[in-house]
């Protein structure tokens, strides 16, 4: 059974340029959530998505937008990219109908550098 | 949100225990206290998570106050492989991480 897996690992961008995350959960998991963790901080909620929507989001500008398909895949968007932008992107995934209980799986990341 | 707060950092011997202290004194009666770790820029990883009654399993033991506004991590034994960053957080939706605590194991 996979566990949650992100791709791609690691890439380059430059500023001003778009770059484009993606999210598999882990199987059975329909809720995804994305976390954007800067060097020597902790994870940082962007947002969370359930049944394609949009859930919740935290304190990200609108250049960062996402999307859930049928499948609960996620991608995550960045516009306009910052080099304040480069981070490690961590996805994780939630067991249905556990509401605020429950654990969070997490992927191994995708390390984005913005030059 | 509750807010968490944690120690930047502990040392421990390898073969004794490790015990992370952390405050979450705004926390709210229904929700739970949870314990992730990161080894080295990977993703975390769950450890152990509570409402108010003491829990232990095959990883850890955690232990509430009475009061709920405080809890104590502890790795029974710990060993070279639990060097790591731990992180203590309230209300695993929507989960806000703080700076966690860097664990440090020593031989």
């Known amino acids: 059974d996979a566990g949650v897996t992100q791709s791609p690992t690691h890439l380059i961008k430059t500023r001003g340029q778009q770059v484009t995350l993606r999210c598999s959960p882990k199987?059975?998991?329909?809720?995804v959530s994305w976390y954007q963790q800067a060097l020597g901080q902790g994870p940082q909620f962007i947002f969370q998505?359930?049944?394609?929507?949009?859930?919740q989001r935290g304190n990200f500008p609108d250049r960062f937008s996402g999307h859930q398909f049928p499948n609960y895949s996620s991608e995550l968007n960045v516009n306009a990219l910052l080099l304040g932008d480069s981070a490690l992107y961590l996805c994780?995934?939630?067991?249905?109908?556990?509401?605020?209980?429950?654990?969070?799986?997490f992927g191994e990341g995708s390390r984005l550098t913005v030059l | 949100d509750a807010k968490t707060t944690q120690p930047p950092s502990m040392d421990c011997a390898e073969g004794r225990a490790a015990n992370l202290p952390c405050n979450h004194s705004?926390?709210?009666?229904?929700?739970?206290v949870y314990w992730y770790r990161q080894i080295h820029s990977q993703g975390p990883q769950y450890i152990i998570h509570?409402?108010?009654n003491n829990e232990t399993n095959e990883m850890a033991s955690l232990i509430i106050t009475e009061d709920r506004k405080s809890s104590t991590l502890i790795l029974p034994h710990a060993t070279l492989r639990d060097t790591a960053v731990y992180y203590c957080?309230?209300?695993?939706?929507?989960?806000?991480f703080g700076a966690g605590t860097r664990l440090t194991v020593k031989p």
């Open positions: 994780a995934s939630k067991n249905p109908g556990q509401g605020d209980t429950g654990e969070l799986f």
């Open positions: 199987s059975g998991h329909d809720t």
């Open positions: 998505y359930y049944e394609e929507e949009e859930r």
């Open positions: 705004t926390i709210s009666g229904n929700e739970y």
């Open positions: 509570g409402l108010k």
């Open positions: 957080i309230v209300r695993v939706e929507f989960a806000r």
